[in-house]
Structures are given as C-alpha cells and as structure tokens.
C-alpha cells in the first residue's frame, strides 16, 4: 500500500463509529404489568439503554395481554416472566413458535404463593389447609391483584374447584398497591387477612409476613419458588442484536430489587430510583454492558457511567 494512504485510513477507522443497531431499534418498547418488582427491573434497563443513547418506552398491560403484545411485535422486551406460574398463560405463545424466551433467567430464587401476617400465622393459620377453618375471620375473602393475573388465577382455580375446601371463598381483585392497602389495615387493626405475597418485594422487609406451607400443588415447591425470565420477539436478536445483547446480560438478586423497589412504593419515579441505585451501586453494569455499545457504537460501560453519574 501506498505510505501517503496510510495515515488518512488510519484517522478514518479512529473518527467513524457505526451504529450497532438500526434506527428502527432506537426505540424500546417494554411492557410492566403493574408489580413492583417489574417496575423496578424495567427501569434499571431503561435506565441503561438511556445512558446508550437509546429511547425506552413502557407500556402498562395485564400478563396476558403483554405475551400477546410481544407475538404481535408491539412490546420488544418484558422481563417479568415469573415461571412455574405464569406457564399456563405462556405456553400457547411458545409452543406455536410466536414469542423468544431467553435461556438465562433475570432472577433466581424468587418466591410466589400466599401470605398472612406474622400474628394471623402465630395463631395458627400456617398451611393452606387452615384457611377453610378461618372462614368467618377472613371475612371469606381472599386478596389476590389485578385482573387477569396468573396468581389471582390460581387462587380463582383452587375456589373453583373447592381445592383445600375454599368453594365458598371470594377473590379480592383490585391491584398490587390495592391489595397492600388492604393488608396494611389489617395489620394496623390486627385483623387476620391471606392475601397474595411474593419475594422480591418491600413487603418482605416493611411487614412481617409469614407464607402459607402446603400450597405445592398449586404455586409450586418451596413457597412458590420462581425464576423470572425475558421474553422478546423471536426475531429480536435478529433485528435488534445490541439491546438482545444487553437484555440477555440482565441478572437481577432479590437485594438488588428490594431495594430499587422501595422508593417506587414510596411513589418515586421507577427510573429515577433505578438511576440513582445505579449511581451508588455502578460495579453492577461491568456484567450487564458486556459487549454492548451505545446506540452509535461507541463503548457502552463508561458512556452508562457517566450517565447514571451526571456527567
């Protein structure tokens, strides 16, 4: 090669960055069904993708709605698959090949069933098998969340079919923030109330719960023991490698979430809790940029850092 190219390719490769992603995939659209927990997760990763350079929107829709949004292409990314429980509302969209469930779950050892406060369980309400007994205390109720969801489901299923002699039973739906109003009156007034809890939450450290045993056949082994995992679009990784890159780096821990999750609960804004959690706690996006750049494809690391930093 000619010496006087040398020097102005060189110059060339330094100065032009590419985009890692088309401009298609700028914007990334999430779904959050209303938990918590899935607020908090959600707005860690947009917190990221912002800091990339990206454009995160959220979309708030019930579970079933959500695995439809993501077949339909209109939801990019939902990072709230709670299995075992949420596998019966799954599994049409993966057996027909219409939704990507990645691999890895976001979350291990999470926990999903049913809950009483510590005074109700000291009582001796400690099993499934002991709500029936409680009938008149309960008022005959049963709080569950929103509409739709695979939790109220299951309790609707087990009141269905007299399971654990809960025929006569009424499902409370309202909403996560709906059903804490309820539990922390009972609490206040001492009352005994079961209610659906779940790990990772604020709930497990604001109150003291205790979880129902005996429940295995319904939420699962081990009080509902969960992995979360994500879902996308089959074709996401195809279309948008960047952000699937980033989307399959994601590990969350129960820490991690409880604590993002208690200023939400505290009506804070999602990604401002997650951006200033990720401001004291910056280590955490060494494993989750890896191989990630930002939207013009520049180094992702010290771009998000700066970002969460305020520079």
């Known amino acids: 090669m000619n010496r006087m190219w040398i020097a ?3 110059a060339l490769a330094v100065s032009t960055s590419y985009a890692a992603d088309p401009a298609a995939c700028r914007n990334v659209r999430f779904a959050d069904v209303g938990w918590t927990d899935i607020a908090a997760t959600t ?8 800091g990339l350079g990206y454009k995160p929107t959220k979309t708030i829709a019930s579970v ?8 339909n292409k209109q939801i990019d990314v ?7 429980t949420m596998d019966p509302m799954i599994d049409p969209f993966r057996k027909a090949g219409q939704v990507k469930v990645l691999a890895t779950p976001n979350l291990t050892g999470a926990k999903y069933t049913l809950a009483v406060p510590d005074y109700v369980y000291n009582a001796g309400l400690k099993s499934f098998s002991d709500i ?7 008022d005959g109720k049963i709080y569950g969340i929103e509409p739709g969801n695979d939790g109220n489901a299951l309790i609707k299923k087990m009141i269905d079919s007299n399971q654990y002699g809960l025929g006569k039973f009424k499902l409370v739906e309202s909403s996560e923030a709906g059903m804490l109003i309820e539990v922390n009156r009972a609490i206040r007034d001492k009352k005994p109330i079961v209610f659906l809890g779940w790990e990772p939450h604020p709930m ?11 429940g295995d056949d319904v939420f699962g082994p081990n009080y509902g023991e969960a992995k979360v995992l994500t879902v996308t679009p089959t074709d996401y990784g195809a279309r948008c490698p960047n952000v699937a890159k980033l989307v399959s780096n994601l590990q969350f821990t129960t820490d991690i979430e409880n604590h993002v999750m208690v200023p939400i609960m505290n009506k804070s804004d999602a990604n401002k ?6 401001k ?16 013009d494809g520049k180094d992702g690391l010290p771009a998000v850092k700066a970002y969460v930093a305020g520079k």
């Open 8 to 10: 102005p390719l060189c």
């Open 43 to 50: 707005g860690l990763a947009s917190t990221v993708l912002e």
């Open 280 to 295: 004291a706690n910056p280590a955490v996006l060494d494993k989750w940029l890896a191989g990630v750049t930002t939207f």
């Open 78 to 84: 939902f990072l709230g698959y709670w299995s075992p």
């Open 204 to 214: 497990n450290v604001q109150m003291k719960i205790d979880y129902l045993s005996g």
């Open 273 to 278: 809790a997650a951006r200033e959690w990720l």
């Open 132 to 138: 029936a007994k409680n009938y008149d205390k309960l």
């Open 64 to 71: 079933p709605i959500t695995f439809a949004g993501v077949k």
